[in-house]
């Protein structure tokens, strides 16, 4: 046990992250609630109260709509494709083939670069052209391999351009489900497989039957952190298209929020937006990590 | 036998075909950036470069060179100080715990996954009011403390890995809450510093929010310049392709040469230990 003293010391250690977090993260909080209720518009702040007027203006708005359904279309597909290549891509190298170190080294990397690098090239290869001689990118080599039925207008479609985001999306993130698969794969305890192996079981009722179901809470934590990014997504959609598309194909929330606060100067309704946001993630986020904490706890 | 050569042949052509889709972004950078002026077009995007030039690199370099230098900066400041923190943290959440410590450890984790869309406004305002707004040491500071959950819940991870019997024997001996911090676990705790620095150092160079909110110009990190690069109608996407490679490649390296610890962070991210 502790004397006083030395307990005194280690909350002293611990105060300068916890005062950091206490302001930086509630305490910011707290001021963008006050402003999602203010009335400021403009340089300077002004913090009139308005009630939830500028919810209702948010809520109301064509543009917000069109962010609902854009950023559902992207969390959808983004997170069945991470889930299911990764699956996958899982699977087939747990069949342990050669070189298998160097294949998953080739679909993680993507991981490590960011958004804007990534959304530097995929701008170029989704280029929205569609007219034989201007063919550039994907609809450049759909063409060319005879696929000609493939060319398409990517993030321009008026409503499915977030799947051209989403393709983007998958490719960068799809190694993250790949690899938490892969090592939940192989912390099964081998005895278990050996079991069901003797009593006749085939490859593939071992994967549907026992392995499948073992990974099921690597799912939940993946679905929780994908949808997270998916919820937040601002950088990707930025490189690719800082207009948000054609007539806001992908503009998504994120997107509106810094546009409304920062360029139009709507600080209260971009506060709005930013509580919004927040709302959406927590829903995610804070049942998962009381989950986390609880069952560490009981262990 | 056959069955089994037949389902290997499939596997590897799966396998090869999934590693095509990963590194067609790549290779349309390398054959973009390797091509000379001339010989850059976009019908031509996906052919070879007859020679290799390095024009476009040259180019991209001129103008990101600032760049990449403020980027280099504030990772590397930024994760130091990030692990240092979090390493105090996770020492004290997993060794010393206190009524409640597991409610601070959760409400600490929570700044990991909010927006930090809803935290923006008043970052701006406050680095204004303390005369940090513009400049690379107000961006430092924003990914520190946003570095923080991350960083404890590795070291927590980590530390709880370490016998409690060990610092309960120190404790018994004579040694003091800094101590046993200092010249037990401290040492033990380079792997734990690795993956935090490592992990901590991609996500800083990778930022473009705290970023594009924060800093003006002349403190850009390389995010925020090429992002500017490339909206720019000046600057030939031949050379805007080049930038991006050169804004990646020092992450890349980090992974190609550190991969191991890189995947640790990643799975330190999604709370498994």
């Not at chain 1, 298998?100 to 530097?120: C, D, K, N, Q």
């Not at chain 1, 051209?164 to 999306?169: K, P, T, V």
């Not at chain 2, 020092?250 to 991210?269: D, E, Q, S």
Request: glycine letters at 8%; a positive charge.
């Amino acid at each position: 046990m502790l004397r006083n003293k030395e307990r005194l010391l280690t909350l002293l250690l611990i105060s300068p992250s916890v005062l950091a977090i206490a302001v930086f993260v509630y305490g910011f909080i707290g001021w963008t609630a006050r402003v999602s209720v203010s009335r400021w518009r403009g340089l300077l702040p002004d913090y009139t109260f308005v009630g939830l007027a500028n919810f209702a203006r948010i809520f109301g708005s064509h543009r917000f709509q069109i962010n609902m359904w854009n950023i559902t279309v992207f969390t959808v597909l983004f997170i069945a494709g991470c889930l299911l290549l990764g699956l996958l891509l899982a699977i087939l190298l747990d069949q342990r083939p050669r070189r298998e170190g160097i294949f998953r080294s080739i679909y993680l990397f993507p991981m490590a670069i960011s958004f804007i690098v990534t959304g530097v090239v995929w701008r170029w290869l989704l280029n929205p052209a569609t007219v034989i001689d201007r063919l550039t990118g994907l609809n450049l080599l759909f063409h060319e391999a005879g696929l000609g039925f493939l060319v398409n207008v990517w993030h321009m479609h008026p409503r499915f351009g977030m799947a051209a985001i989403a393709l983007a999306g998958v490719w960068q993130m799809s190694g993250f489900t790949m690899a938490l698969y892969l090592a939940g794969m192989r912390s099964i305890p081998e005895p278990l497989l050996e079991a069901a192996r003797v009593d006749g079981a085939d490859k593939v009722q071992i994967y549907r039957r026992i392995i499948i179901p073992l990974l099921r809470p690597i799912t939940l934590s993946a679905v929780v952190i994908l949808g997270h990014i998916s919820l937040k997504l601002f950088d990707l959609v930025m490189a690719i298209s800082a207009e948000g598309g054609k007539g806001f194909s992908v503009d998504v929330p994120a997107m509106n929020m810094w546009f409304t606060t920062f360029r139009a100067m709507r600080f209260g309704q971009g506060a709005a937006l930013a509580m919004f946001l927040l709302l959406l993630v927590s829903v995610l986020a804070v049942p998962y990590l009381i989950y986390s904490i609880r069952k560490e706890a009981q262990l | 036998m056959n069955r089994r050569f037949f389902f290997r042949i499939l596997l590897y052509s799966f396998l090869v075909g999934a590693a095509l889709f990963y590194l067609m972004p790549i290779y349309v950078l390398l054959v973009t950036g390797f091509k000379s002026f001339a010989e850059v077009s976009l019908a031509r995007m996906w052919h070879l470069p007859s020679s290799l030039h390095l024009d476009n690199f040259i180019a991209a370099f001129r103008v990101l060179a600032p760049n990449l230098l403020n980027s280099l900066y504030i990772a590397i400041i930024g994760s130091i100080l990030a692990s240092f923190l979090g390493s105090m943290n996770g020492y004290v959440l997993s060794k010393w715990k206190f009524r409640g410590s597991n409610l601070v450890f959760g409400l600490i984790l929570f700044g990991m996954f909010i927006p930090y869309q809803s935290i923006l406004i008043p970052l701006v305002r406050f680095m204004q009011s303390v005369s940090l707004f513009g400049g690379i040491p107000g961006l430092i500071l924003a990914h520190v403390v946003f570095g923080i959950p991350i960083t404890t819940l590795i070291f927590r991870n980590y530390y709880a890995g370490i016998p409690t019997a060990m610092v309960e024997s120190a404790h018994i001996d004579g040694a003091g809450v800094l101590r046993i911090y200092w010249h037990v676990m401290l040492p033990l705790a380079i792997p734990g510093f690795v993956v935090t620095l490592i992990w901590q150092f991609t996500s800083l160079w990778n930022d473009f929010l705290f970023a594009v909110a924060l800093t003006t110009p002349r403190s850009w990190p390389v995010t925020v310049a090429l992002q500017n690069l490339a909206g720019s109608h000046v600057v030939e996407w031949n050379v805007q392709m080049a930038g991006a490679l050169l804004a990646a490649l020092p992450t890349l390296l980090v992974y190609i040469f550190l991969g191991r610890f890189f995947l640790r962070g990643l799975m330190a991210g999604s709370l498994k230990g």
